[in-house]
Protein backbone atom coordinates (compact mmCIF):
# COMPACT_ATOMS: atom_id res chain seq x y z
CA UNK A 1 0.00 0.00 0.00
CA UNK A 2 1.18 3.49 -0.79
CA UNK A 3 0.71 6.60 0.73
CA UNK A 4 0.15 8.22 -2.26
CA UNK A 5 -3.22 10.31 -3.37
CA UNK A 6 -5.70 8.03 -5.60
CA UNK A 7 -6.43 9.90 -8.68
CA UNK A 8 -8.57 9.43 -11.52
CA UNK A 9 -8.49 11.44 -14.90
CA UNK A 10 -11.35 12.14 -16.55
CA UNK A 11 -11.13 12.69 -20.53
CA UNK A 12 -12.77 13.27 -23.96
CA UNK A 13 -10.55 13.97 -26.45
CA UNK A 14 -6.51 13.49 -27.24
CA UNK A 15 -5.57 13.56 -23.47
CA UNK A 16 -2.52 15.25 -23.48
CA UNK A 17 -2.97 16.78 -20.37
CA UNK A 18 -3.49 13.45 -18.76
CA UNK A 19 -0.63 11.93 -20.34
CA UNK A 20 1.53 14.57 -18.47
CA UNK A 21 0.11 13.60 -15.45
CA UNK A 22 0.86 10.23 -15.54
CA UNK A 23 4.00 10.72 -16.39
CA UNK A 24 4.93 13.22 -13.74
CA UNK A 25 3.69 10.45 -11.64
CA UNK A 26 6.06 8.32 -12.41
CA UNK A 27 8.95 10.50 -10.74
CA UNK A 28 9.42 8.47 -7.67
CA UNK A 29 8.16 11.40 -5.09
CA UNK A 30 5.48 12.31 -7.02
CA UNK A 31 2.42 12.58 -4.05
CA UNK A 32 -0.15 11.02 -6.86
CA UNK A 33 -1.02 7.83 -8.56
CA UNK A 34 -3.26 7.57 -11.37
CA UNK A 35 -5.39 4.63 -10.96
CA UNK A 36 -8.19 5.27 -13.58
CA UNK A 37 -8.45 6.78 -16.97
CA UNK A 38 -12.51 7.18 -18.00
CA UNK A 39 -13.47 8.65 -20.68
CA UNK A 40 -17.42 9.41 -22.22
CA UNK A 41 -16.12 8.55 -25.67
CA UNK A 42 -14.58 4.79 -26.34
CA UNK A 43 -12.97 6.31 -29.35
CA UNK A 44 -10.90 8.65 -27.19
CA UNK A 45 -7.36 8.49 -28.32
CA UNK A 46 -6.09 8.84 -24.72
CA UNK A 47 -7.55 5.25 -23.65
CA UNK A 48 -5.12 3.70 -25.79
CA UNK A 49 -2.20 5.24 -24.42
CA UNK A 50 -3.10 4.71 -20.60
CA UNK A 51 -3.84 1.25 -21.83
CA UNK A 52 -0.79 1.20 -22.91
CA UNK A 53 0.75 2.23 -19.78
CA UNK A 54 -0.83 -0.05 -17.64
CA UNK A 55 -3.07 2.00 -16.39
CA UNK A 56 -7.03 0.67 -15.71
CA UNK A 57 -9.56 2.54 -18.18
CA UNK A 58 -13.43 2.82 -18.21
CA UNK A 59 -15.64 4.09 -21.28
CA UNK A 60 -19.34 5.04 -21.34
CA UNK A 61 -20.91 7.28 -24.13
CA UNK A 62 -23.23 9.65 -23.06
CA UNK A 63 -25.43 8.97 -25.84
CA UNK A 64 -28.98 7.92 -24.81
CA UNK A 65 -28.04 8.05 -21.44
CA UNK A 66 -29.35 11.15 -18.68
CA UNK A 67 -26.77 13.20 -17.45
CA UNK A 68 -27.61 12.12 -13.95
CA UNK A 69 -27.57 8.36 -15.07
CA UNK A 70 -24.20 9.27 -17.30
CA UNK A 71 -22.40 10.85 -14.18
CA UNK A 72 -23.23 8.12 -11.68
CA UNK A 73 -22.22 5.23 -14.24
CA UNK A 74 -18.91 7.38 -14.31
CA UNK A 75 -18.89 8.17 -10.34
CA UNK A 76 -19.10 4.22 -9.55
CA UNK A 77 -16.00 3.58 -11.84
CA UNK A 78 -14.09 6.32 -9.70
CA UNK A 79 -15.19 4.63 -6.75
CA UNK A 80 -14.50 1.48 -7.55
CA UNK A 81 -11.36 2.37 -9.03
CA UNK A 82 -10.41 3.79 -4.83
CA UNK A 83 -10.11 7.04 -6.45
CA UNK A 84 -9.75 9.88 -3.76
CA UNK A 85 -9.84 12.88 -6.60
CA UNK A 86 -11.26 13.70 -9.57
CA UNK A 87 -9.12 15.17 -12.72
CA UNK A 88 -10.56 16.50 -15.27
CA UNK A 89 -8.22 17.09 -18.33
CA UNK A 90 -10.33 18.15 -21.47
CA UNK A 91 -13.88 16.35 -20.20
CA UNK A 92 -15.82 17.76 -22.43
CA UNK A 93 -19.44 17.31 -20.02
CA UNK A 94 -21.37 19.77 -18.29
CA UNK A 95 -21.34 17.78 -14.78
CA UNK A 96 -24.52 17.38 -12.83
CA UNK A 97 -24.71 19.85 -9.46
CA UNK A 98 -25.34 16.45 -7.58
CA UNK A 99 -21.78 14.66 -8.58
CA UNK A 100 -20.20 18.21 -8.44
CA UNK A 101 -21.21 18.54 -4.99
CA UNK A 102 -20.04 15.06 -3.80
CA UNK A 103 -16.97 16.00 -4.86
CA UNK A 104 -16.67 19.31 -3.75
CA UNK A 105 -12.75 19.93 -3.23
CA UNK A 106 -11.94 16.73 -4.36
CA UNK A 107 -12.44 17.45 -8.14
CA UNK A 108 -10.33 19.78 -10.36
CA UNK A 109 -10.35 20.71 -13.64
CA UNK A 110 -7.37 22.71 -16.00
CA UNK A 111 -9.37 25.61 -18.63
CA UNK A 112 -7.36 27.04 -21.60
CA UNK A 113 -7.55 30.77 -20.10
CA UNK A 114 -6.33 33.38 -18.05
CA UNK A 115 -9.80 32.78 -15.42
CA UNK A 116 -11.95 34.67 -14.38
CA UNK A 117 -11.45 35.42 -18.52
CA UNK A 118 -13.23 33.62 -20.54
CA UNK A 119 -15.39 30.79 -19.37
CA UNK A 120 -16.41 28.11 -21.60
CA UNK A 121 -15.40 27.42 -25.11
CA UNK A 122 -13.24 29.52 -27.98
CA UNK A 123 -11.59 30.42 -25.10
CA UNK A 124 -8.03 31.30 -27.64
CA UNK A 125 -9.70 33.23 -30.47
CA UNK A 126 -12.08 35.23 -27.77
CA UNK A 127 -8.18 36.79 -25.97
CA UNK A 128 -6.86 37.54 -29.77
CA UNK A 129 -9.82 39.51 -30.66
CA UNK A 130 -9.95 41.19 -27.68
CA UNK A 131 -6.27 42.08 -27.83
CA UNK A 132 -5.26 40.46 -25.01
CA UNK A 133 -1.27 40.41 -24.27
CA UNK A 134 -1.61 36.89 -22.97
CA UNK A 135 -3.37 33.73 -22.97
CA UNK A 136 -3.05 31.28 -21.15
CA UNK A 137 -4.13 28.18 -18.42
CA UNK A 138 -5.71 27.74 -15.11
CA UNK A 139 -6.22 25.00 -12.51
CA UNK A 140 -9.31 25.42 -10.59
CA UNK A 141 -11.42 23.68 -8.13
CA UNK A 142 -14.40 22.26 -10.04
CA UNK A 143 -17.79 24.23 -8.35
CA UNK A 144 -21.94 23.29 -10.14
CA UNK A 145 -20.91 26.78 -11.82
CA UNK A 146 -18.58 26.36 -15.12
CA UNK A 147 -15.20 26.97 -14.68
CA UNK A 148 -15.92 29.29 -11.50
CA UNK A 149 -14.21 27.58 -8.38
CA UNK A 150 -10.91 28.60 -6.94
CA UNK A 151 -8.22 29.16 -8.76
CA UNK A 152 -5.47 27.15 -7.78
CA UNK A 153 -2.75 27.74 -10.68
CA UNK A 154 -2.16 29.81 -13.64
CA UNK A 155 0.43 30.04 -16.41
CA UNK A 156 0.47 33.68 -18.54
CA UNK A 157 1.72 32.51 -22.62
CA UNK A 158 1.91 35.74 -24.35
CA UNK A 159 -0.07 36.62 -27.61
CA UNK A 160 2.55 37.14 -30.56
CA UNK A 161 1.72 39.44 -33.44
CA UNK A 162 0.72 36.58 -35.96
CA UNK A 163 -0.93 34.17 -33.82
CA UNK A 164 -4.02 32.46 -34.61
CA UNK A 165 -6.35 30.68 -32.32
CA UNK A 166 -4.52 27.38 -32.76
CA UNK A 167 -0.54 28.50 -32.48
CA UNK A 168 -2.24 30.24 -29.32
CA UNK A 169 -3.49 26.95 -28.37
CA UNK A 170 -0.38 24.68 -29.29
CA UNK A 171 1.62 26.69 -26.76
CA UNK A 172 -1.25 27.13 -24.38
CA UNK A 173 -0.93 22.78 -24.21
CA UNK A 174 2.51 23.42 -23.73
CA UNK A 175 2.50 25.19 -20.86
CA UNK A 176 -0.66 23.23 -19.61
CA UNK A 177 1.79 20.06 -19.65
CA UNK A 178 3.90 21.78 -16.97
CA UNK A 179 1.25 23.14 -14.66
CA UNK A 180 -1.17 20.37 -14.20
CA UNK A 181 1.01 17.67 -12.73
CA UNK A 182 2.34 20.53 -10.89
CA UNK A 183 -1.05 21.95 -9.53
CA UNK A 184 -2.46 18.36 -9.08
CA UNK A 185 0.44 17.43 -6.63
CA UNK A 186 0.47 20.54 -4.64
CA UNK A 187 -3.17 20.35 -4.02
CA UNK A 188 -3.20 16.18 -3.02
CA UNK A 189 -0.01 17.22 -0.14
CA UNK A 190 -1.43 20.52 0.71
CA UNK A 191 -2.53 18.56 4.10
CA UNK A 192 1.52 18.35 4.74
CA UNK A 193 2.41 22.06 3.38
CA UNK A 194 3.16 23.88 6.65
CA UNK A 195 2.64 27.01 4.72
CA UNK A 196 -1.04 26.05 3.38
CA UNK A 197 -1.88 24.95 7.26
CA UNK A 198 -0.56 28.11 8.93
CA UNK A 199 -2.60 30.18 6.57
CA UNK A 200 -6.25 27.81 7.26
CA UNK A 201 -4.94 28.02 11.16
CA UNK A 202 -4.91 31.98 10.75
CA UNK A 203 -8.08 32.23 8.73
CA UNK A 204 -9.69 30.43 11.70
CA UNK A 205 -7.78 32.08 14.96
CA UNK A 206 -8.17 35.33 13.25
CA UNK A 207 -12.18 35.01 12.67
CA UNK A 208 -12.70 34.83 16.41
CA UNK A 209 -12.84 38.25 18.01
CA UNK A 210 -10.57 40.75 18.92
CA UNK A 211 -7.91 38.76 17.76
CA UNK A 212 -4.02 39.36 16.60
CA UNK A 213 -1.26 37.37 15.76
CA UNK A 214 2.13 37.94 17.54
CA UNK A 215 5.66 36.25 16.95
CA UNK A 216 6.20 33.61 20.27
CA UNK A 217 9.79 32.24 19.90
CA UNK A 218 9.93 31.38 16.09
CA UNK A 219 6.56 30.11 16.05
CA UNK A 220 2.85 31.68 15.06
CA UNK A 221 1.42 32.50 18.25
CA UNK A 222 -2.72 34.07 18.56
CA UNK A 223 -3.67 36.44 21.03
CA UNK A 224 -7.06 37.25 22.80
CA UNK A 225 -8.01 40.95 23.81
CA UNK A 226 -6.75 43.88 23.04
CA UNK A 227 -2.43 45.36 23.46
CA UNK A 228 -0.82 44.23 26.61
CA UNK A 229 -3.55 42.47 28.14
CA UNK A 230 -3.76 40.00 25.17
CA UNK A 231 -3.39 36.30 26.13
CA UNK A 232 -2.21 33.73 23.93
CA UNK A 233 -4.66 31.23 23.04
CA UNK A 234 -2.88 29.23 19.94
CA UNK A 235 0.44 28.33 18.76
CA UNK A 236 1.20 27.42 15.29
CA UNK A 237 4.01 25.02 15.53
CA UNK A 238 6.17 23.93 12.91
CA UNK A 239 8.50 20.86 14.25
CA UNK A 240 10.35 22.94 16.68
CA UNK A 241 12.31 20.66 19.54
CA UNK A 242 12.63 17.79 16.99
CA UNK A 243 9.00 17.56 16.81
CA UNK A 244 8.31 15.43 13.70
CA UNK A 245 4.85 16.77 13.36
CA UNK A 246 3.06 19.95 12.55
CA UNK A 247 0.96 21.06 15.50
CA UNK A 248 -1.38 23.34 17.06
CA UNK A 249 -0.84 24.30 20.85
CA UNK A 250 -4.50 24.71 22.52
CA UNK A 251 -5.40 25.36 25.88
CA UNK A 252 -6.94 22.41 28.01
CA UNK A 253 -8.43 22.71 31.10
CA UNK A 254 -5.36 21.37 33.36
CA UNK A 255 -3.25 18.15 33.46
CA UNK A 256 -5.57 15.65 33.84
CA UNK A 257 -7.66 16.82 30.37
CA UNK A 258 -4.25 16.71 28.40
CA UNK A 259 -3.15 13.32 30.18
CA UNK A 260 -6.31 11.84 29.31
CA UNK A 261 -6.37 13.25 25.06
CA UNK A 262 -2.65 11.97 24.71
CA UNK A 263 -3.86 8.67 26.26
CA UNK A 264 -7.32 8.11 24.29
CA UNK A 265 -5.81 9.20 21.05
CA UNK A 266 -2.41 9.21 20.80
CA UNK A 267 -2.49 9.84 16.64
CA UNK A 268 -4.24 12.64 17.10
CA UNK A 269 -3.14 14.70 20.75
CA UNK A 270 0.78 15.09 22.46
CA UNK A 271 1.89 17.08 25.01
CA UNK A 272 4.34 19.72 23.96
CA UNK A 273 7.52 20.44 25.39
CA UNK A 274 7.64 23.39 27.58
CA UNK A 275 3.84 24.22 26.97
CA UNK A 276 2.65 20.97 28.08
CA UNK A 277 3.38 21.47 31.53
CA UNK A 278 0.88 24.31 31.69
CA UNK A 279 -1.52 22.38 30.42
CA UNK A 280 -1.71 22.99 26.78
CA UNK A 281 -2.25 20.00 24.33
CA UNK A 282 -0.44 19.83 20.86
CA UNK A 283 -3.37 18.39 18.22
CA UNK A 284 -1.57 17.33 14.72
CA UNK A 285 -2.07 19.08 11.70
CA UNK A 286 -0.25 17.16 8.89
CA UNK A 287 -2.38 14.35 8.31
CA UNK A 288 -5.13 14.03 5.31
CA UNK A 289 -7.85 13.26 7.36
CA UNK A 290 -8.09 15.88 9.67
CA UNK A 291 -11.21 16.97 11.37
CA UNK A 292 -10.94 20.55 10.79
CA UNK A 293 -14.30 21.35 12.41
CA UNK A 294 -12.57 19.83 15.81
CA UNK A 295 -9.79 21.98 15.27
CA UNK A 296 -12.09 25.45 15.34
CA UNK A 297 -13.95 23.61 18.29
CA UNK A 298 -10.88 23.90 20.02
CA UNK A 299 -9.86 26.91 18.84
CA UNK A 300 -12.95 28.30 20.24
CA UNK A 301 -12.97 26.82 23.29
CA UNK A 302 -9.17 28.01 23.91
CA UNK A 303 -10.06 31.42 22.97
CA UNK A 304 -13.03 31.62 25.24
CA UNK A 305 -10.56 30.62 28.26
CA UNK A 306 -8.55 33.66 28.00
CA UNK A 307 -10.71 35.96 26.09
CA UNK A 308 -11.85 39.46 28.09
CA UNK A 309 -14.84 38.77 30.35
CA UNK A 310 -16.92 41.28 28.45
CA UNK A 311 -16.28 39.72 25.15
CA UNK A 312 -17.18 36.27 26.80
CA UNK A 313 -20.21 36.90 29.31
CA UNK A 314 -22.63 36.65 26.70
CA UNK A 315 -21.69 33.01 26.18
CA UNK A 316 -21.35 32.06 29.63
CA UNK A 317 -24.89 33.33 30.36
CA UNK A 318 -26.05 31.15 27.27
CA UNK A 319 -24.22 27.86 28.86
CA UNK A 320 -26.98 28.11 31.79
CA UNK A 321 -29.66 27.69 30.02
C1 LIG B 1 -6.97 21.46 -22.73
O1 LIG B 1 -6.56 22.60 -23.44
C2 LIG B 1 -7.72 21.86 -21.49
O2 LIG B 1 -7.38 23.12 -21.01
C3 LIG B 1 -9.15 21.86 -21.94
O3 LIG B 1 -9.24 20.83 -22.86
C4 LIG B 1 -7.98 20.61 -23.48
C5 LIG B 1 -7.70 19.15 -23.36
O4 LIG B 1 -6.63 18.73 -24.18
N1 LIG B 1 -10.02 21.73 -20.79
P1 LIG B 1 -6.03 17.28 -24.04
O5 LIG B 1 -7.15 16.28 -24.32
O6 LIG B 1 -5.52 17.14 -22.65
O7 LIG B 1 -4.96 17.21 -25.05
Not at 13 to 29: C, E, F, K, Q
Not at 106 to 129: C, E, F, Q, V, W
Request: proline letters at 6%; one cysteine or more; hydrophobic letters at 45%.
Amino acid sequence: MTDKARIAVLISGAGTNMAALVYASRIADCPYEVVLVAANDPAAPGLTLAEAEGIPTFALPHKGLTREAHDSAMEAAVLEAGAEYIVLAGYMRILSEGFVERWTGRMLNIHPSLLPKYKGLDTHARAIAAGDSHGGTSVHLVTPELDAGEVLAQIAVPITPQETAESLAERVKLAEHQLYPRAVADYVSRWRNPGWLLAQIRTRALALPETCEQESFGSAGFRAGEGKSGKYFAYFSDRPHGHERIALLVKTSGMDELHALVEDQPETYFKPAFYGASGWVGIVLDRPDLDWGAVDAWLQRSWRSVAPKRLTRFMDIADEF
